[in-house]
């Protein structure tokens, strides 16, 4: 089951990617801050990429350096999302946002989450690698880990403050739900036996994020940048 359903979240990003990519060349924002949501879904769909692929490359070194990339790829991409939750709040016209103050905090907040996850958790996730067949797929996870890392508490909650945010400001509320889905859906369990639980919401998240983006940008009739 497991294969079926990674394999469809990786065509899923593939096909948020091109129309990613089609609007960005299209409002020419390739050095703004959209284009962190852009890698970050590039990066889940290799992460998912590499899961679905699991048994055809099969155990061994390859897999296993493929597999150590994906908490790589997590530790130094993810927290950007601070930035691009920043970005979708001064564009909000929430006074306060467009304080240099809170800009260089989104800039700290970034990095000090990215030193965090790598020094805390993912050195350690790396050199303990094991491999794991369940639900249809091989895989190498990191042992004795549970539940969602600190890094992604800490930014969930960020962007859950603004989704709500956007709710009074600008009455959007799908920022909020697909964050809040996030959260909710490591309370509760899929109908089905499933290790996705986590990447289903997560690509809900990213494309909650990424049609926020979207409808900012029809709603100010331009493609304005954060200084």
């Known amino acids: ?47 998912n990429g590499i899961i679905a692929a699991g048994n055809a490359i099969g155990e061994g ?24 939750g920043y970005y979708i709040l001064q564009r909000s016209g929430a006074a306060f946002a467009s304080k240099t103050y809170i800009r260089i905090s989104a800039w700290i907040l970034t990095l000090a989450l990215i030193l965090y996850q790598v020094f805390a958790q993912t050195l350690h996730e790396v050199k303990n690698l094991q491999l794991v067949q369940e639900y249809g797929v091989l895989r190498y996870a990191a042992e004795g880990t549970s539940g969602p890392p600190i890094m992604v508490i800490v930014v969930g909650l960020i962007l859950l ?25 490591q309370l509760v369990p899929l109908p089905f036996e499933s290790s996705a639980a986590t990447n289903i919401f997560e690509l809900i998240l990213i494309i909650s994020l990424w049609v926020t983006i979207l409808f900012q940008d029809h709603k100010n009739g331009s493609y304005p940048t954060t200084r």
């Open 1 to 47: 089951m497991d294969f079926w359903i990674y394999s469809v979240i990786t065509i899923a990003y593939i096909i948020l990617l091109l129309f990613m990519f089609t609007h960005l060349a299209r409002t020419k924002q390739w050095f703004h801050y959209p284009i962190l949501l852009v890698i970050l879904a590039l990066g889940l769909a290799y992460d």
């Open 61 to 84: 070194k390859p897999l296993m350096i493929l597999s150590s990339l994906r908490f790589w790829i997590h530790a130094f991409v993810t927290p950007g999302l601070v930035l691009v």
């Open 161 to 185: 403050i603004i989704g709500i945010i956007l709710i009074f400001r600008q009455k959007w509320i799908w920022m909020f739900v697909g964050t809040a889905l996030l959260f909710i859906g």
